[in-house]
């Protein structure tokens, strides 16, 4: 695994936000150990729909897939991150928050997942912007499924809940989208199954009123590295299409020629590191990119269980 960075290269262009779901610590311990390191927190319980709209702290939170109550106490949940850039500061900060979550020897159980969200009000095209992601994940979801799974191979417990794959539908209609038409979002979103809510490994639900993107896909983990990983793809990936590097047509002409596999088409296939490889090289802007990325997808490669 590579060494932990302090500056992957994009400043100040892209606030984001990370949850962390954890288990095996009770919610009381690991504000005690955020105090001691001095961290900016707040016990803030169901801040969610409450109205805690600032970020400007780091929120201990339950969760409902991850929190059990054990001497009446909660045991496991998460922390939801403040709003968050390409600082030197801001990883120091993440890397604290996961050194308090192993002080108190919380762990990450087959519920819990790692989220990432984008505030997408930077990008400059919005038309191409959801053409190319949607066509991307329609291509490549079983690559991006593979890399965010993080330490290891583990399909999470309730990623077909919370995180499903939309792959699927979205190559049976995405060429048929008139992504001129002033209605597209809707259209692309809403194209006899809803896709992109809350429940998918992408969720846009936000996008309309907070130009937010979140992605569900990453599985638990409380190693700052991968969770750096995981926010550091994601925000790569998103800055590479702003920046309008793929070919659409090219990606609408793969989908064509993919469609015809559709009957044969399975989550559990094999991967192809070649289709890794192209996005890495699309979206990577150093070395220490690329090295990160293929070194996260190989490492839980290595890991699968061989068919």
């Given at each position: ?12 262009k892209y ?5 962390l ?8 311990e ?10 900016p ?23 409902s897939t ?11 949940g ?24 192993k ?10 997942g ?43 417990s ?16 995405i ?11 809707y ?6 199954i ?12 936000d996008?309309d009123n ?16 991968t ?52 996005i890495v ?21 290595r890991?699968?269980p061989?068919?």
């Amino acid at each position: 695994m590579g060494k932990y960075r302090y500056d992957i290269g994009l400043g100040t262009k892209y606030m984001f936000g990370t949850e962390l779901e954890f288990f095996g610590a009770y919610l009381i311990e690991v504000c005690a150990s955020l105090k001691c390191k001095e961290l900016p927190y707040r016990f803030a319980l169901n801040h969610k729909s409450r109205g805690f709209t600032k970020y400007d702290e780091w929120y201990v939170d339950i969760d409902s897939t991850v929190t059990n109550k054990e001497n009446n106490e909660f045991l496991g949940g998460e922390i939801s991150s403040r709003i968050l850039t390409d600082k030197k500061k801001i990883w120091l900060e993440l890397k604290e928050v996961c050194d308090a979550l192993k002080e108190v020897n919380a762990y990450c159980n087959e519920n819990c997942g790692n989220h990432v969200r984008i505030n997408l009000a930077p990008i400059k095209n919005e038309r191409y912007f959801f053409e190319a992601l949607s066509k991307l994940v329609a291509l490549f979801e079983k690559e991006f499924r593979l890399f965010y799974m993080g330490d290891e191979y583990f399909i999470r417990s309730i990623s077909f809940e919370k995180a499903r794959s939309i792959s699927y539908h979205l190559l049976n209609y995405i060429n048929n989208v008139d992504f001129k038409d002033p209605n597209f979002l809707y259209t692309f979103r809403h194209n006899g199954i809803t896709l992109f809510t809350r429940n998918d490994g992408i969720n846009l639900q936000d996008y309309d009123n907070k130009k937010f993107m979140e992605i569900r896909y990453p599985n638990g983990t409380i190693k700052e590295k991968t969770i750096q990983n995981n926010i550091n793809f994601s925000l790569k990936l998103v800055d590479a299409i702003d920046k309008e590097v793929f070919d659409l047509e090219r990606l609408t002409s793969l989908i064509d020629k993919e469609k015809d596999d559709l009957l044969s088409y399975s989550l559990f296939s094999d991967n192809s590191f070649q289709n890794f490889e192209f996005i890495v090289n699309s979206i990577a802007t150093s070395t220490e990119d690329r090295d990160d990325f293929v070194d996260q997808y190989e490492r839980v490669l290595r890991t699968r269980p061989k068919l």
